[in-house]
């Protein structure tokens, strides 16, 4: 068994609503990964190891509970080229994530208990924790073995982010899942409207002569799903929304008492189709991009107060194969996982913590069925560090994932991870 260390950390500003310590500066002691002692200063720790944010750069450094991502595209086993779980954990580090939640789109795709717990001892020495999701359909496309999953300890049922799944076994699946207590992840790809569509009907994507999807296309997608859940009462999660109209109609049925959540994918808050005016390929993305008007009203939809979603990189990472090739042809995906959160971040005007907290921690904890990460004295540690900084210039800005499509929106962010910690271990990321 791994050493387990003891930690102090010095003069960081906890942000976190849940605890009695919200927004004041402290110094945190960790021992064996436990939280033992909060206060404004703290001497006295011989055998601790001292972790001081001292960096010039540093106007303030911020301690948050662990963010967690809850589902991104990996590579291992089956499709290294793209991504293996050392390069995952090591991006989601770099990230700010210490935990992940991994789509069964792997090879081979995640639908028996074997292969389940395969990914579990294959991701048990990871650097930050990562859970498997489970396939809803098997190779026979029935329904996946469900309360054995649930047993070993699957959190979530998702055929993937472009999957489509007609509502009799939809209906099914829906059934088998409610009855064991777990959510389903469902896209809004409808394969009969979007045909052979790579972008949204709109005057811009008029001019780039591409295949295009009706604008109602997601909206249609979101009253499909709720028709579905009004019937079986099943538990729902979609894995992104892109319009605020289609977030408006979700959240009305959250309202009314519904088991549904959802999740906004980071590019969406980064980009509009006008992105795709040079035709590159490493913005190929799907669900497809949204006019200008939509994008920014989506931003500020997400960080409104009466937001109840949460927040996923998104991160789908392709090799040179996936994406060297001529657009119409190229796999759809960015790899967001290094840099998206900072990115979005430095694209805001104001950051309110308080609102951070809930859609990149808390609110995908409750999904994935987690524990809570409180920052308070007897509890496990589990943070995400986040510093405000004037000068990015001496920091680490590397990638740590080996995709090819690695995505960074700004070359001097004004946000930066200078580490997380998680499985009782510190991370810094230099």
């Known amino acids: 068994m791994k050493e387990q260390k003891s930690y102090v950390f010095k003069k960081v500003v906890v942000r976190d609503p849940h605890?009695?310590?919200?927004?004041?500066?402290?110094?945190?002691?960790?021992?064996?990964?436990?939280?033992?002692?909060?206060?404004?200063?703290?001497?006295?720790?011989?055998?601790?190891?001292?972790?001081?944010?001292?960096?010039?750069?540093?106007?303030?450094?911020?301690?948050?509970?662990?963010?967690?991502?809850?589902?991104?595209?990996g590579g291992?086993?089956?499709?290294?080229?793209r991504e293996t779980i050392n390069s995952l954990s090591q991006s989601a580090i770099h990230g700010g994530f210490t935990t992940l939640g991994l789509m069964p789109s792997l090879q081979p795709v995640t639908h028996t208990v074997e292969h389940f717990r395969s990914l579990q001892q294959l991701s048990k020495d990871a650097a930050v924790r990562i859970i498997p999701h489970v396939a809803i359909t098997d190779e026979n496309s029935?329904?996946?073995?469900?309360?054995?999953?649930?047993?070993?300890?699957?959190?979530?049922?998702?055929?993937?982010?472009?999957?489509y799944l007609e509502e009799g076994p939809m209906i099914t699946a829906m059934q088998y899942v409610k009855?064991?207590?777990?959510?389903?992840?469902?896209?809004t790809d409808i394969p009969s409207l979007r045909q052979d569509?790579?972008?949204?009907?709109?005057?811009?994507?008029?001019?780039?002569?591409l295949p295009t999807i009706p604008n109602f296309a997601e909206t249609y997608a979101v009253k499909r799903l709720l028709e579905l859940h009004n019937y079986t009462s099943g538990m729902l999660h979609v894995l992104c929304l892109t319009s605020p109209t289609a977030i408006d109609l979700w959240q009305e049925a959250m309202d009314s008492g519904s088991v549904l959540s959802f999740s906004v994918g980071l590019p969406y808050l980064l980009y509009s189709e006008g992105c795709l005016r040079d035709f590159d390929s490493h913005f190929k993305i799907s669900p497809p991009?949204?006019?200008?008007?939509?994008?920014?009203?989506?931003?500020?939809?997400?960080?409104?107060?009466?937001?109840?979603?949460?927040?996923?990189?998104?991160h789908q990472p392709r090799s040179i194969e996936?994406?060297?090739?001529?657009?119409?042809?190229?796999?759809?995906?960015m790899a967001t996982l290094d840099f998206g959160i900072t990115d979005w971040l430095t694209a805001i005007d104001h950051v309110d913590f308080d609102h951070l907290v809930n859609i990149l921690s808390r609110n995908a904890r409750n999904v994935l069925a987690l524990e809570d990460a409180v920052i308070a004295e007897g509890n496990k540690a589990d943070f995400t560090f986040l510093a405000l900084c004037s000068d990015t210039s001496s920091l680490q800005r590397n990638a740590r994932s080996i995709a090819y499509n690695i995505h960074q929106a700004s070359s001097a962010p004004s946000w930066y991870i200078p580490g997380v910690f998680v499985n009782a271990e510190y991370h810094s990321n230099g």
Not at 42 to 53: A, K, N, T, W
Not at 142 to 163: H, I, Q, S, W
Not at 322 to 333: C, L, N, P, R, T
Request: proline share 3%; glycine share 10%; aromatic share 12%.
């Open 19 to 73: 605890s009695a310590w919200h927004n004041q500066k402290v110094d945190i002691q960790v021992e064996g990964g436990c939280i033992t002692k909060i206060a404004p200063d703290l001497s006295g720790y011989d055998s601790s190891i001292e972790v001081l944010f001292n960096n010039e750069s540093f106007s303030e450094v911020n301690v948050m509970p662990g963010w967690v991502d809850p589902h991104v595209e």
């Open 76 to 81: 291992e086993p089956g499709f290294e080229a």
């Open 142 to 163: 029935g329904p996946t073995a469900v309360y054995e999953m649930r047993d070993a300890g699957a959190k979530l049922f998702t055929n993937g982010f472009d999957t």
């Open 179 to 187: 009855a064991a207590g777990i959510r389903i992840g469902c896209s």
């Open 197 to 209: 569509g790579l972008v949204y009907e709109t005057a811009f994507s008029a001019r780039l002569g």
């Open 289 to 314: 991009w949204q006019d200008a008007a939509t994008q920014k009203a989506l931003c500020a939809k997400v960080m409104s107060k009466d937001f109840k979603g949460m927040i996923t990189s998104y």
């Open 322 to 333: 996936d994406k060297e090739v001529e657009f119409g042809y190229a796999a759809s995906g």
